[in-house]
């Protein structure tokens, strides 16, 4: 298939130190060759070597564009796997624009988002979990999101599905086989040696599987909701974690009547915090919204950080938040250490069997305890993306779902007697459905919707 050549500006619209147009395709040269001039005007790119850089001028006909550096690269050692060319020019949006002008002018035609990586995708250099990846290393927040994109950029979600898929493809194969030349091939004792391989396969998968909630809080942050009485000190200790004045703090009880949200980083783990109207029985009807909101987020929250005064006595109110919180992951904090305590850690423990912490939001005590216990309750110990996968994607998700399913098929078809070939239609089905998280035999529609959320250039 003949493809033509694209440009596109590959750094943001905005005025920075330098910009960069791209060019990819098999006239990348040929456009180059007639906008770029060098200083003693003695040299033309595509006679230079591939991996140069080189200082000259961009001209549109008679008339300068810009002083540039320009680097060749030509295929297949590129990222696209396509002769490339990036122009580095002075990074102001008019100048940009007039040199991708130029570009397209003398033969190029405008990228569209994400197309760079899908020619890098269509053409082998990388499959598509990896070419995905790429928008989330562009997006990471923190460390572990950034960490855990690149491992999955250096292919570590590929290997995996490559080698469940080799297995599954030895099997079809042999069943095939066996059923097409019974006297070479036995089925004797076969449907056992599955149960073992296809049960392997599903501890696998399970795995995969069972990192996608820590995949979705490394990549989106963990949802963190604040609860507890009216004054209590809820959007106090916001403040005091956030380090800035945010919310609304007064000694009014029923202070703060929506929800409020806000991001801290904690050491590479993305908290965004919310929070919330106290709760509390209440006949005023604002108020009440606000109190219904916040039991709402708290039934969502990865975390619940339960704010109690301990200057006061627990009443039904918060005998109330604690039954709600039985079930999720929550830390209790007993807030104003600073007053005269009459609700204690001890008393707190009889209720309830979560992480209990003393603090004083006002006075900026007990924080890093707070911090400290949370990262522990995410990750125990550091995590490392060498040898831990996370799936953070939800189309991959959805495949090793799909996959999973079509392998229990094909285990109840064992444990039914089912005639061999009843195993082969489902062993196909799970290898295809993990086919598409690396791209092989997925429609067009759906490689252009995955990379029409690129940026562009990119
Ligand atoms: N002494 C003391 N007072 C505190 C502490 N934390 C908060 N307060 C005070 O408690 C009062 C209520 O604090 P807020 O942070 O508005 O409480 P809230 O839980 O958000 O209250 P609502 O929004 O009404 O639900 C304010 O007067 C705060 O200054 C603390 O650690 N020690
Ligand atoms: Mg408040």
Do not use: W
Request: with cysteine.
């Amino acid at each position: 298939m003949k493809t033509d050549t694209i440009a596109a500006i590959a750094t943001a619209m905005s005025p920075s130190g330098i910009g960069i147009v791209r060019i990819s395709g098999p006239e990348s040269l040929e456009v180059i060759d007639k906008i770029y001039v060098s200083r003693k005007k003695d040299k033309k790119l595509s006679q230079c070597k591939t991996h140069t850089i080189h200082y000259g001028y961009i001209y549109d006909g008679e008339e300068m564009v810009d002083e540039v550096m320009v680097l060749i690269m030509k295929g297949p050692n590129s990222y696209t796997r396509e002769d490339t060319i990036e122009i580095d020019c002075h990074g102001g949006v008019y100048v940009m624009k007039k040199i991708l002008e130029t570009v397209l002018k003398y033969g190029a035609r405008p990228a569209e988002p994400g197309e760079f990586t899908k020619r890098a995708f269509l053409n082998g250099r990388i499959d598509l979990s990896q070419a995905e990846s790429v928008i989330d290393v562009i997006n990471s927040k923190n460390k572990y999101a950034l960490s855990s994109s690149l491992s999955q950029l250096k292919g570590s979600i590929k290997d995996d599905i490559v080698k469940i898929r080799e297995k599954l493809i030895h099997e079809i194969a042999f069943i095939e086989s066996a059923l097409d030349d019974p006297e070479h091939y036995s089925l004797d004792d076969y449907p056992e040696q599955l149960k073992t391989i296809v049960d392997g396969v599903l501890d696998n998968i399970n795995r995969l599987l069972g990192s996608v909630d820590n995949g979705r809080i490394l990549k989106e942050g963990v949802s963190t909701v604040i609860v507890g009485k009216p004054n209590a000190g809820k959007s106090s200790l916001l403040n005091t974690l956030v380090g800035e004045d945010r919310a609304i703090v007064t000694d009014v009880a029923g202070t703060t009547r929506d929800v409020l949200e806000e991001q801290i980083n904690l050491d590479g783990i993305t908290l965004n915090i919310i929070d919330t109207a106290g709760i509390r029985e209440t006949d005023d009807v604002v108020e009440k919204i606000g109190v219904d909101k916040a039991k709402k987020y708290l039934q969502k929250a990865d975390l619940v950080i339960y704010v109690i005064d301990s200057s006061t006595k627990l009443d039904d109110n918060d005998f109330e938040i604690i039954e709600d919180l039985k079930d999720q992951r929550a830390i209790i904090l007993l807030n104003k250490s600073d007053l005269e305590t009459e609700t204690t850690v001890d008393v707190v423990k009889k209720y309830i069997d979560k992480p209990i912490i003393s603090i004083s939001a006002k006075h900026k005590e007990g924080i890093t305890e707070i911090e400290d216990t949370i990262k522990d309750m995410f990750f125990k110990g550091d995590i490392s993306f060498n040898d831990e996968i996370f799936i953070t994607n939800a189309r991959h998700k959805n495949a090793l779902a799909d996959s999973k399913e079509s392998l229990e098929l094909v285990l109840r078809s064992i444990a039914d007697g089912m005639p061999e070939d009843f195993f082969s239609i489902d062993l196909m089905n799970a290898y295809e459905s993990l086919g598409n998280i690396i791209g092989e035999s997925v429609e067009d529609d759906l490689v252009n919707e995955i990379f029409s959320k690129f940026c562009m250039g990119k």
